[in-house]
């Protein structure tokens, strides 16, 4: 059960931060918007949050997912694949040693973006991608290891639909996982009972298992009726303009 959260409003200049998409620019008073109501639903599961101020700095800040992954045992930093966001891990390091203490980080040459760290009970998956580098996931591993966990990797790299590995599988509790289709038979995941996220709802895979509601997108019914069917409670949000910067519901909270 989580009871806490870190997230972070975004900033004026949002729309100035990475992304690899075409919908569009972010309308800012939907964004924040859409943020309140993140926030909320989080507050309304039960979680306090700590919430941090915006960095006009780093307008990729609110994804604070990025910055470090947060397992039951302890905290671990990251050190993202692109060098505009370095910032923000150096902003987050106090806030998480205020919490847990000192705690260990991913050192260069290794990069790893949090977005490609999926959680999965004792188990962590890690995505190589274009943030995430072997080095960096070698690293992780074995800080994970340290706190008692597994991990395995999965490599990303030659997808051209999803940017970070969250983007395309999620947690669901037990031996349950939600994954797009595209991934949904690769060999990673054998001996896992998978949730098929149909193609044309693929966005909807970046989904949340918080407590005793699974957040997802709106706009995807077939997923949803899925979920309904299999005895989760899905919490439905609107997520369009984070979906402009290549964000995702996971993207938006550290939880723990």
Same mark, same amino acid.
């Given at each position: 059960?989580?009871?806490?959260?870190?997230?972070?409003?975004?900033?004026?200049?949002?729309?100035?931060?990475?992304?690899?998409?075409?919908?569009?620019?972010?309308?800012?008073?939907?964004?924040?918007?859409?943020?309140?109501?993140?926030?909320?639903?989080?507050?309304?599961?039960?979680?306090?949050?700590?919430?941090?101020?915006?960095?006009?700095?780093? #307008?990729?800040?609110?994804?604070?997912?990025?910055?470090?992954?947060?397992?039951?045992?302890?905290?671990?930093?990251?050190? #993202?694949?692109?060098?505009?966001?370095?910032?923000?891990?150096?902003?987050?390091?106090?806030?998480?040693?205020?919490?847990?203490?000192?705690? #260990?980080?991913?050192?260069?040459?290794?990069?790893?973006?949090?977005?490609?760290?999926?959680?999965?009970?004792?188990?962590?998956?890690?995505?190589?991608?274009?943030?995430? @580098?072997?080095?960096?996931?070698?690293?992780?591993?074995?800080?994970?290891?340290?706190?008692?966990?597994?991990?395995?990797?999965?490599?990303?790299?030659?997808?051209?639909?999803?940017?970070?590995?969250?983007?395309?599988?999620?947690?669901?509790?037990?031996?349950?996982?939600?994954?797009?289709?595209?991934?949904?038979?690769?060999?990673?995941?054998?001996?896992?009972?998978?949730?098929?996220?149909?193609?044309?709802?693929?966005?909807?895979?970046?989904?949340?298992?918080? @407590?005793?509601?699974?957040?997802?997108?709106?706009?995807? #019914?077939?997923?949803?009726?899925?979920?309904?069917?299999?005895?989760?409670?899905?919490?439905?949000?609107?997520?369009?303009?984070?979906?402009?910067?290549?964000?995702?519901?996971?993207?938006?909270?550290?939880?723990?």
């Amino acid at each position: 059960m989580f009871k806490r959260a870190i997230v972070r409003r975004p900033a004026s200049n949002f729309a100035d931060g990475l992304t690899t998409v075409d919908f569009g620019v972010p309308d800012f008073d939907l964004v924040l918007k859409q943020y309140d109501r993140y926030c909320a639903a989080l507050e309304e599961s039960g979680l306090e949050l700590t919430r941090l101020p915006e960095d006009e700095a780093h #307008p990729d800040s609110t994804f604070v997912e990025d910055t470090a992954i947060i397992t039951e045992r302890g905290a671990i930093l990251m050190r #993202p694949g692109a060098a505009s966001r370095e910032g923000e891990t150096r902003s987050m390091l106090p806030v998480l040693e205020g919490i847990f203490g000192a705690i #260990p980080k991913i050192v260069a040459p290794g990069t790893v973006d949090g977005g490609d760290i999926g959680e999965a009970g004792e188990h962590y998956f890690i995505g190589i991608s274009h943030r995430t @580098n072997e080095e960096g996931a070698r690293q992780l591993a074995e800080h994970l290891a340290k706190l008692g966990y597994t991990s395995s990797t999965v490599d990303i790299r030659n997808m051209t639909t999803i940017l970070h590995l969250k983007s395309g599988i999620a947690w669901l509790g037990g031996r349950t996982l939600a994954v797009m289709e595209e991934m949904a038979a690769r060999a990673e995941f054998a001996g896992w009972e998978i949730v098929v996220v149909p193609e044309e709802e693929s966005y909807a895979a970046n989904c949340v298992l918080v @407590n005793e509601r699974v957040f997802m997108a709106v706009g995807y #019914p077939k997923f949803e009726a899925e979920l309904r069917r299999r005895g989760y409670k899905p919490l439905v949000l609107e997520m369009s303009e984070f979906r402009k910067m290549d964000g995702g519901l996971s993207c938006l909270s550290l939880r723990f």
